[in-house]
C-alpha cells in the first residue's frame, strides 16, 4: 500500500511539473492557429509575430488588424505574458494582454487622451474545457472637454461559441466649452449571444443602462434618469427577427416632464439567407468605400435586389408599445403590420409593390389626453381652438372619439379596406391615391 501511494504522489508531482511546460506549448499552438475572431465577420485577424517560450511563463507577441467600415485598416501590437502555473479555480494558463498600436500617430492621439503611462491591458483566464474568462480596465480621461472615470471590462467566452461580456463606468462628462455640454453617471453594457457556424450572431441579448443623464445647450437643460436600452435577437430555422425597446423612469426635455416611458419596436420573420446576403454585401462595399469608392447607389441596388427574398416569410413590424405618462395623463400607441407569406416573390417591381400593398395587414391604437394635443399645438404658435375644428369632422364621420379628456381611435387596414375606430374610411385612401 506504501508504495502505492508513494507511486501516485510520484505520478502526481511528475503531472504537476509537467504542466506548466506542457501549457506553453498548447499555448503556443493555440496562439498561432488564431487567425479571425469568431462573430467579428473577419474585422479583426490576429497574426503571431513571436513567441518565446518558458518553464513557468511564455511570452508572445502577437499584431492585431481591425478592419473598421470605410477606414483605413488599424494595426494594434499585442504583448503577450503568459502565466503557464494553474490556479485554484480550475484555470490552466492566464494570458496577461497589453496592446499598443503600431501607427505612430495613433499611438500620440491615445497619449494626448488617456496620458502617457495608461495601459490597456487584459487578464484572461483559460480552461481546459476550451471556455475563457477576461478582466481588464479602460483607463480614466480627464482632460480636453473629458472627463471619464475608466471602465471595468468582463468577457467569458465557451468553445462552443457562446459569449457573455459587461461594461461598467462610473461617469463620462464632456464639454465643448462653447454651448453645450453632458454629464452621465451609471454607465452598463451587459449582453451575451450565441456565435453561429457561419460566424454570424443570430441568437443574442443584452441591454444597456444610464442612471442619470444631463445635458446643458445655449437653448435649455435637460435630464433623463433610469435610462434603459434593450437589444435582442433570435433565429427559428430559415427566419430571423429583432427587437428594441427603450425604458425611462423620469425625464426633463425644454420644460417639459415625462415618466414612466417605454417603447419596444420588433421586427420577426425576415429570411436569413437573405439577411446573410445583405450583410455579407455591405461589408463588401463599405470596404470599398474605406478605399474612397462611392457606394450610395451600389448599396441602395443591393437592399432593393433582397427585398423579394428578404420577405418572403411575410414580416411583422409592431410597436408594442410606446406608452407614457405626462403631467397631462396617459399616452399610449400600439402598431403593426404585418405582410402573408409569399406575397414577394421574383425580382422587385410596381406589380410586385401593389400585391404587397394590397396584401398588407396594418393594426393600430392610439390613446392621447386632448390637453396634450392643445399643449403641442399653443407650442407651434397655432390657435388652441383649431385643435377641436380639426377633430370635430372627425368625430363626426366616426373616425375618433373624444371622451373625458382623451382622444382614441383605431386603425384596421385589410384586403385594402381601411377602418378607422371601427367606421370604415375608405374614402381617406380613394382621397390620398387620387380616386
Same mark, same amino acid.
Given at each position: ?11 502526481? @508531482? ?13 499555448? !503556443? /499552438?493555440?496562439?498561432?492557429?488564431v487567425?479571425?475572431? $469568431? ?35 488599424? %494595426? @494594434? ?8 502555473? $494553474?490556479?485554484?479555480d ?12 503600431? *501607427?505612430? !500617430? ?5 497619449? !494626448? ?7 490597456f ?15 481588464? %480596465?479602460? $483607463? ?9 472615470? #475608466? +471602465?471595468?471590462?468582463?468577457? #467569458? ?15 463620462l +462628462? @464632456?464639454?465643448?466649452?462653447? /454651448? ?20 454570424? &450572431? ?8 444610464? *442612471? ?9 437643460? =435637460? %435630464? ?19 427587437? @428594441? ?8 426635455? !425644454?420644460?417639459?416632464?415625462f415618466?414612466? +416611458? ?14 446573410r446576403?445583405l450583410?455579407? %454585401? ?21 437592399? &432593393?435586389?433582397? &427585398? ?21 395623463? *396617459? ?16 425580382? /422587385?417591381?410596381?406589380?410586385m ?31 388652441? =381652438? ?20 382623451? &382622444? ?7 384586403? =385594402? ?19
Amino acid at each position: 500500500m506504501k508504495r502505492l501511494i508513494l507511486a501516485v504522489v510520484v505520478v502526481l @508531482v511528475a503531472i504537476l511539473a509537467a504542466a506548466p511546460l506542457v501549457t506553453g506549448h498548447v499555448m !503556443e /499552438s493555440t496562439l498561432s492557429e488564431v487567425e479571425g475572431f $469568431p462573430g467579428t465577420r473577419d474585422a479583426l485577424e490576429l497574426e503571431v509575430t513571436d513567441y518565446q517560450r518558458g518553464y513557468f511563463e511564455s511570452r508572445a507577441e502577437s499584431e492585431l488588424l481591425m478592419r473598421l467600415p470605410e477606414q483605413e485598416p488599424v %494595426r @494594434v501590437t499585442l504583448t503577450h505574458r503568459i502565466n503557464q502555473l $494553474p490556479g485554484l479555480d480550475g484555470r490552466y494558463a492566464t494570458v496577461h494582454t497589453t496592446w499598443e498600436p503600431t *501607427d505612430a !500617430e495613433l499611438r500620440d492621439e491615445l497619449a !494626448e487622451v488617456f496620458g502617457d503611462d495608461a495601459e490597456f491591458t487584459l487578464a484572461t483566464a483559460l480552461y481546459p474545457t476550451g471556455s475563457s474568462h477576461s478582466t481588464g %480596465r479602460i $483607463p480614466a480621461v480627464e482632460g480636453d472637454g473629458a472627463d471619464f472615470s #475608466g +471602465a471595468e471590462i468582463e468577457l #467569458g467566452t465557451t468553445a462552443a461559441g457562446r459569449f457573455d461580456y459587461r461594461l461598467e463606468g462610473e461617469r463620462l +462628462a @464632456v464639454d465643448d466649452e462653447s /454651448s453645450s455640454a453632458m454629464v452621465t453617471e451609471g454607465l452598463r453594457l451587459i449582453a451575451s449571444g450565441q456565435v453561429a457556424q457561419d460566424g454570424f &450572431v443570430w441568437n443574442s441579448e443584452g441591454r444597456f443602462e444610464i *442612471d442619470r443623464l444631463e445635458i446643458a445647450e445655449a437653448n435649455g437643460q =435637460g %435630464r433623463v434618469e433610469d435610462f434603459i436600452l434593450r437589444f435582442d435577437s433570435a433565429r427559428d430555422e430559415d427566419q430571423w427577427g429583432f427587437a @428594441v425597446a427603450y425604458e425611462v423612469g423620469e425625464a426633463v426635455i !425644454e420644460g417639459e416632464t415625462f415618466r414612466d +416611458a417605454e417603447m419596444r419596436l420588433a421586427i420577426d420573420r425576415l429570411d436569413a439567407a437573405a439577411v446573410r446576403a445583405l450583410v455579407e %454585401r455591405m461589408e463588401t462595399l463599405q470596404d470599398l468605400a474605406a478605399r474612397g469608392a462611392a457606394i450610395d447607389q451600389a448599396l441602395s441596388d443591393a437592399v &432593393v435586389a433582397e &427585398v423579394p427574398a428578404l420577405m418572403s416569410h411575410g414580416p411583422r413590424v409592431a410597436l408594442e408599445p410606446l406608452r407614457t405618462t405626462t403631467a397631462e395623463g *396617459d399616452t399610449e400607441i400600439t402598431f403593426a403590420a404585418e405582410l402573408p407569406a409569399g406575397v414577394s416573390k421574383g425580382e /422587385s417591381n410596381p406589380m410586385m409593390w401593389m400585391a404587397m400593398l394590397s396584401a398588407l395587414v396594418i393594426e393600430g391604437r392610439l390613446e392621447v389626453p386632448l390637453a396634450l394635443v392643445e399643449k403641442s399645438v399653443a407650442a407651434r404658435g397655432q390657435h388652441v =381652438g383649431l385643435v377641436e375644428e380639426q377633430l370635430a369632422p372627425l368625430v363626426a364621420q366616426g373616425w375618433v372619439s373624444v371622451e373625458d379628456g382623451v &382622444v382614441t381611435t383605431t386603425v384596421d387596414f385589410r384586403q =385594402g379596406n381601411l377602418q378607422l375606430n371601427g367606421t370604415s374610411a375608405n374614402q381617406l385612401l380613394n382621397m390620398a391615391f387620387g380616386s
